[in-house]
Every structure is written in C-alpha cells, then in structure tokens.
C-alpha cells in the first residue's frame, strides 16, 4: 500500500509561517500530481494547492501569493510553505493525489490565532 505521512504543522500567530512535508513511501510524487488539501472544523476538505510531475502548480485563489507548493522526486517528499498566515488557513492538511488515489494519512494540524 501507498503510505502518506504529513508533518510540520503547527500553532502560529496570524503573519507567521510554517513549512509542511509529505512524504510519500513509493515513487508517487514523481509519476502523480500531488496536493494538498486542508479541511476546517465542519467542514469540507478541499484541495489547497496541487503540483504536476513536471512542476506545474495550482493554488487556490484564497492562498495564491502566500503559499508555495514544491516537490522533490528523488526524496519522494511534497512541501507546502506557507507564509503570512490568516486564521481562515485553519484546518488539517492532508496530501494526496489528485485527484485522489490513495488512502489518506493522518494529516497534520495547522491552527492560525491571535
């Protein structure tokens, strides 16, 4: 089975950053494209920002200019940096495909207050 672990979350002020990791137990980030998805308190998940095989990116418009998606393949690994964080980034990031093809991990907790 594909194995998902996510890691880097935490709590942080409004403005700050944090940097979240994926990685991946097989080659899937280098034959995938990859996202990640983020679900708030009720509710649904939806996909926050995605990377092709390539490089190619997508962002949802409500984080375009503050996040950056990037892959290394060798690593297996996805990263999402996030930067000038807002309250309304709250929620648990998950990685996956896109669209989804693999079970989900545990994701990662990424709460935003002042």
């Known amino acids: 089975q594909v194995h998902l672990v996510e890691s880097g979350g935490g709590l942080v002020q409004p403005g700050g950053s944090l940097r979240l990791s994926c990685a991946a137990s097989?080659?899937?980030?280098?034959?995938?494209?990859m996202g990640w998805y983020r679900q708030a308190p009720g509710e649904q998940r939806e996909l926050v920002s995605s990377?092709?095989?390539?490089?190619?990116?997508y962002y949802l418009d409500s984080v375009k200019g503050r996040f950056t998606i990037s892959r290394d393949n060798l690593k297996n690994t996805v990263y999402l940096q996030m930067n000038s964080l807002k309250p309304e980034d709250t929620g648990v990031y998950y990685c996956?495909?896109?669209?989804?093809?693999?079970?989900w991990g545990q994701g990662t907790q990424v709460t935003v207050s002042s």
């Open positions: 996956n495909a896109y669209p989804r093809l693999f079970t």
């Open positions: 097989g080659s899937i980030s280098s034959i995938y494209t």
């Open positions: 990377i092709t095989s390539g490089g190619g990116s």
